[in-house]
């Protein structure tokens, strides 16, 4: 009975643990996959923009390793005066600014802001949106799992070794069954 306990214990751990590969392995293949035509993941309303030594330099109220999220909005739930976050094209890369708006015109559709004091007109289909949220070095850890060595360690190999003992599973059953 006892045994039969333990087994029971032990196969509802390795299915939990199961679950929680698969369930992190596609996290992450959205994180990498849900890229907007900036090149950021953008996903359920929100942007994420990892913070490196790139763009602190734009976004100074953040270290490196840092993850920001951005609300995306829409042109009613941005009033004047709101800090909102944009693309910016700099060096031929989408880079991410901050900056109040000054003043806004336009509709849902089409819309376009002043922002701050040196009169930078900025259309709608270039703001992101509004702070959410940050997490500090949550970056740096995402940074790396996206990496190619991160994906691999992190994503693809535990979801490979759960692949091969399955149709190792599939074949001891199918064995066993055949010499009953």
Same mark, same amino acid.
């Given at each position: /009975?006892?045994?039969?306990?333990?087994?029971?214990?032990?196969?509802?751990?390795?299915?939990?643990?199961?679950?929680?590969?698969?369930?992190?392995?596609?996290?992450?293949?959205?994180?990498?996959?849900?890229?907007?035509?900036?090149?950021?993941?953008?996903?359920?309303?929100?942007?994420?923009?990892? *913070?490196?030594?790139?763009?602190? =330099?734009?976004?100074?109220?953040?270290?490196?390793?840092?993850?920001?999220?951005?609300?995306?909005?829409?042109?009613?739930? *941005?009033?004047?005066?709101?800090?909102?976050?944009?693309?910016?094209?700099?060096?031929?890369?989408? *880079?991410?600014? /901050?900056? =109040?708006?000054? =003043?806004? =015109?336009?509709?849902?559709?089409?819309?376009?802001?002043?922002?701050?004091?040196?009169?930078?007109?900025?259309?709608?289909?270039?703001?992101?949106?509004?702070?959410?949220?940050?997490?500090?070095?949550?970056?740096?850890?995402?940074?790396?799992?996206?990496?190619?060595?991160?994906?691999?360690?992190?994503?693809?190999?535990?979801?490979?070794?759960?692949? *091969?003992?399955?149709?190792?599973?599939?074949?001891?059953?199918?064995?066993?069954?055949?010499?009953?």
């Amino acid at each position: /009975m006892v045994i039969i306990m333990k087994k029971r214990i032990l196969n509802f751990a390795l299915g939990f643990l199961e679950f929680l590969i698969i369930a992190f392995a596609i996290v992450m293949v959205g994180i990498v996959f849900l890229k907007n035509d900036f090149g950021y993941t953008s996903f359920a309303g929100n942007t994420l923009i990892l *913070i490196d030594d790139y763009n602190t =330099t734009e976004l100074t109220h953040y270290k490196s390793g840092d993850l920001l999220v951005i609300k995306n909005v829409n042109y009613n739930d *941005i009033n004047i005066g709101d800090e909102i976050y944009y693309y910016d094209l700099l060096n031929d890369e989408y *880079i991410v600014r /901050m900056g =109040t708006v000054k =003043t806004k =015109t336009g509709d849902n559709r089409s819309s376009q802001y002043t922002i701050n004091e040196s009169n930078i007109i900025i259309p709608n289909y270039k703001v992101l949106g509004t702070y959410n949220t940050s997490m500090s070095n949550f970056g740096s850890i995402i940074s790396f799992l996206t990496s190619t060595a991160g994906f691999l360690i992190f994503v693809i190999l535990p979801v490979l070794v759960l692949f *091969i003992y399955h149709v190792y599973r599939v074949i001891m059953i199918l064995k066993y069954d055949k010499d009953e």
